[in-house]
C-alpha cells in the first residue's frame, strides 16, 4: 500500500476535522484561508483515497453491546487468506489484523453478551478449517480510545497558538 502524498493544505483540513467531524466547508474554508470548493474537492480527494472516511463513531458498551473481546488466533499458514476472508465476514469482528509475535491474527469483537460471545467461539469460529487455536481476552474497561491515527492537529492555528 503505497501512502498518499498530503501538502500542508490536506494536513490542515485533516488538523480541524479531527477535532470537530461535522465542521462545514465553509467554516473549515474560513479557518485555512481557501474557498469552500477548494475544501470540497480535498475532501473529496482525501475519502476516495481512503486517507479518511466521515462518520459517526458509536461506543459499544453504552448501546448495550455489552461483550467487547479480544481473541488471538494462531493459523495454520496454508489457510491464512482463507481463515482472514472468513473472520472478515463475521459482523461481530469489527478489527482485524495480521500480527507477529506468539499470535497470527488479533480480531476486536463486539456482541451483546457473554452467551453469544461463547458461541461464536465454540461454533462459529471452532468451523473454520486453519484455525489451531484462540486466547480470548475481555474488555472489563475503556479507557482511552482515540481515531486520529495520524495527529495532525499541529497544523492548525487554535486560539492559544495565535496569542
Known amino acids: 500500500m503505497v501512502p498518499v502524498a498530503l501538502d500542508d493544505l490536506d494536513k490542515k483540513i485533516l488538523g480541524y476535522l479531527q477535532q470537530d467531524g461535522r465542521m462545514t466547508f465553509v467554516t473549515l474554508a474560513s479557518h485555512v484561508g481557501v474557498s469552500e470548493g477548494t475544501i470540497r474537492k480535498r475532501v473529496k480527494r482525501l475519502e476516495e483515497n481512503g486517507v479518511m472516511k466521515t462518520m459517526g463513531v458509536t461506543d459499544p458498551l453504552k448501546m448495550g453491546l455489552d461483550t467487547v473481546a479480544f481473541v488471538w ?10 481463515v482472514i476472508e472468513s473472520l472478515k465476514g463475521f459482523q461481530s469482528v469489527r478489527y482485524l489484523v495480521v500480527t507477529t509475535g506468539g499470535h497470527d491474527l488479533v480480531a476486536m469483537v463486539v456482541l ?28 472489563l474497561q475503556i479507557h482511552k480510545q482515540i481515531y486520529d491515527w495520524a495527529p495532525f492537529s499541529g497544523h492548525i492555528e487554535t486560539e492559544d497558538s495565535q496569542r
Do not use: C, Q, W
Open 73 to 82: 488466533f494462531k493459523i495454520d499458514r496454508h489457510y491464512m487468506d482463507s
Open 112 to 139: 451483546p453478551n457473554r452467551t453469544k460471545l461463547v458461541a461464536l467461539l465454540n461454533e462459529e469460529l471452532a468451523a473454520i478449517e486453519g484455525i489451531v487455536s484462540t486466547e480470548t481476552s475481555i474488555v
